[in-house]
């Protein structure tokens, strides 16, 4: 039976992308050794790392303005304290959207003042706020773009002279933006890129070099920069399968093309949610991420049933995370129509048998 895995993340891959990463595990190039097992510092490998920083610029559109392109280790988390350790000198604007922001601004108090422009945890972050005013001389505003556990997504970016950071780490490559609007984004591989381990980062040169605390080698993105993100060993396989899916993100057309069915999935999940009277959205509808769709059964009496009617149709991964319960749909770029229409053939099954 043919799975459908709506998992959160480590998530959905290309499944060309699985063949060619598992080729590689036993004989990278036919040079009868793993991709696992050469050298970092091999031409393989150095190649590897270049096609892999070339094309995250390229299919984000920041070729030559003056971008580098990183691939990092500590996850998302870690540049939660990266951002501010090589920019915050002295006050910061962070926008709250939900549980990633929340451990953002955390790390951020470590170094300096954290104003918190906007929040929506008054509804347990079930919306992004809207007019807010931004304050003057802040070092630079962050934001998370889509927020997984929750199911929101920021559609209008705030507009300031200051530098724009942007997590984006679930929605990465997943729909056009104007993405030169940002100094900073950083995304965990694992949603739309590759498996759990490497932190794409892609910043603008010209923001660095600000501050006057003394930075960390591991944590200064100039140093990254500066060694073409081989500082220490990268975490190759991660990178790899990454370069991958870059390419096959490519060849399918590139971000316009992936953004078109995006929309399509998204459009056939929540349209089931709105006219099945068993469901309800926990996003407001302005706000809904095409990425993750959240949703709860209105009478919990019908779990049971709807969880083995999943199971039975091979569907994976569904549950919502439990500080919000019910269900989430994560439809990351990978993610097929067919499979969405599948969840939704058992969302309209159970309609009929309730």
Known sequence: MKKHNFSAGPCILPQEVFKEASEAILNYNDSGLSIIEISHRSKDFVDVMEEA????LELLGLEGKGYKALFLQGGASMQFLSVAY?????????INTGSWSDKAIKEA??????????????????????????????????CTSNNTIFGTQIKDFP????PLICDMSSDIFSRQLDFSKF?????????NM??????????????????????????????????GSMFNTPPVFAVYT?????KWLKKFGGVEAIEERNEKKAKLIYSEVDLNPLFKGFAVKEDRSTMNATFTLINED?????????????????????SVGGYRASMYNAMTLESVATLVDVMSDLERKA
Do not use: W
Request: hydrophobic content about 40%; proline content about 3%; charged content about 20%.
């Open 183 to 191: 100094s900073l984004i950083y995304a965990g591989a694992q949603k």
């Open 86 to 94: 090589n920019l915050l000198q002295s006050k910061a604007g962070y």
């Open 159 to 162: 507009v300031s002279e200051a």
């Open 194 to 227: 590759g498996p759990a381990g490497t932190t794409l980062v892609v910043i603008k040169e010209d923001i660095l070099g600000k501050i006057e605390r003394q930075i960390p080698s591991m944590l200064d993105y100039k140093v990254h920069i500066s060694k």
């Open 53 to 56: 920083r070339s094309l995250a």
């Open 242 to 246: 990454s370069m991958l899916t870059l």
């Open 109 to 142: 108090k470590l170094f300096g003042e954290v104003v918190e422009i906007a929040s929506s945890k008054d509804a347990n972050f079930n919306y992004i706020p809207k007019g807010y005013t931004i304050p003057k001389n802040l070092d630079y505003i962050h």
């Open 302 to 322: 019908l779990k049971e049933t709807f969880d083995a009617m999943c199971t039975e149709a091979g569907i994976n991964g569904v549950n919502g995370h439990r």
